[in-house]
């Protein structure tokens, strides 16, 4: 495959599309330089793909995380992935609104799924209870785990 037509099928690759080569090359075309080159093109191009889905899947985040009746000890960043929030000893409940990145991101707390934006009342049944939110790209089934803690003072 010449140069030329990697490089039409990388811009391809990159918008989504395909195509089709029909490279007929002379024999002293394929020396040892041009196999070496194509072969060159090739792992870059597999490196780039590989690049392009990691970026892709890496950023599956919240945006915020919202807990009313309680305060979180510090504040959101969804880089951290755990976190402890406080709140009186009276407090029955607290109400959990996990804001993902994208909201066709799935979220669910304990198991409980829902969608993006969506507040969660949770019931606080001991002193310290611990819930478990997922963000999940349902185009990929990528996903990140936080944990938030709240616990009665």
Avoid at 2 to 14: A, G, Q, V, Y
Avoid at 29 to 37: F, L, P
Avoid at 126 to 153: C, H, M, Q, W
Wanted: net charge negative; glycine share 4%.
């Amino acid at each position: 495959m010449s140069l030329k037509n990697i490089l039409i099928l990388i811009l391809s690759l990159s918008l989504g599309s395909s195509c089709v080569f029909d490279d007929k090359r002379d024999e002293d075309e394929n020396d040892a330089a041009s196999k070496q080159e194509e072969m060159l093109l090739q792992t870059m191009l597999i490196q780039s793909m590989v690049s392009s889905t990691s970026a892709q899947t890496a950023s599956i985040k919240l945006s915020n995380l919202i807990v009313e009746n309680a305060a979180l000890t510090k504040v959101f960043d969804p880089d951290q992935t755990s976190f402890t929030a406080t709140c009186p000893l009276t407090t029955t409940s607290v109400k959990i609104t996990p804001v993902p990145e994208k909201l066709t991101y799935d979220v669910s707390i304990n198991g409980v799924l829902g969608h993006g934006g969506l507040t969660y009342l949770m019931p606080l049944n001991t002193d310290e209870e611990t819930f478990t939110i997922k963000v999940t790209d349902p185009a990929t089934g990528s996903n990140t785990t936080y944990v938030l803690i709240v616990k009665r003072i």
